[in-house]
């Protein structure tokens, strides 16, 4: 997996694009979680064309269907080296209270991985931390990195501070408060 993840970083660094890995490989790289799925790519919804042009030159474009309560905008999968990959742009969620969505920009990563010698950047626990508590049946990876901010201390308080701003569920917003209250 780290491999066919140093080749997409080679690939896109040098394109001017605006992206990161999130999900579960996210999960693995803070030592939450043992097993990653897949790699799970967010980019910023104008790059998102490119993106999927410069993978789908590489791999295997799969049937990427978007279902509720997913809003995404750009949603593709991909088979390369043997592992699946997701590019989303616009990443979008609806809940019961409207529609979560982040906006994949430079301020979204805030650290890399080198990775064979490529710069591989991540997004943040704290966006991951939110999207976790609305995607069904993610809960338990919510309180994972819940219990690892409390544990190791939350670096980007100011993302939980702008995910609030958007509308979240009560229980979702008290979690947060108390974390970085």
């Known amino acids: ?8 970083g080679d690939k896109l660094n040098d394109k001017n694009i605006t992206w990161g890995v ?3 490989l996210l999960l693995s790289f803070y030592e939450i979680i043992d ?3 897949d790699i799970d790519i967010l980019v910023d919804e104008r790059d998102a064309p490119k993106v999927n042009e410069i993978i789908s030159s590489a791999g ?3 049937e990427a269907l978007s279902t509720a309560p997913f ?3 750009y949603f593709s999968k991909f ?4 592992n699946d990959i997701d590019v989303m742009g616009g990443f979008a969620i609806q809940h019961e209270k409207g529609i979560y969505k982040i906006r ?9 991985k080198k990775i064979n010698g490529i710069e591989v950047p991540l997004c943040s626990l704290e966006d991951w931390y939110i999207l976790y508590w609305l995607i069904p049946n993610k809960k338990e ?8 901010l409390k544990t190791n201390g939350v670096e980007n308080p100011e993302l939980l501070r702008k995910g609030m701003e958007q509308s979240l569920p009560l229980i979702v917003k008290e979690r947060i408060e108390k974390l970085i209250s």
């Open 1 to 8: 997996m780290l491999k066919t993840l140093a080749f997409i």
């Open 22 to 24: 999130g999900g579960s």
């Open 35 to 37: 097993n990653p799925n």
């Open 60 to 62: 295997k474009k799969k």
């Open 71 to 73: 809003r995404t905008l």
């Open 79 to 82: 088979r390369l080296f043997d």
């Open 104 to 112: 994949m920009q430079k301020e979204s990563i805030v650290d890399y």
């Open 141 to 148: 990876k919510a309180l994972l990195i819940e219990r690892y």
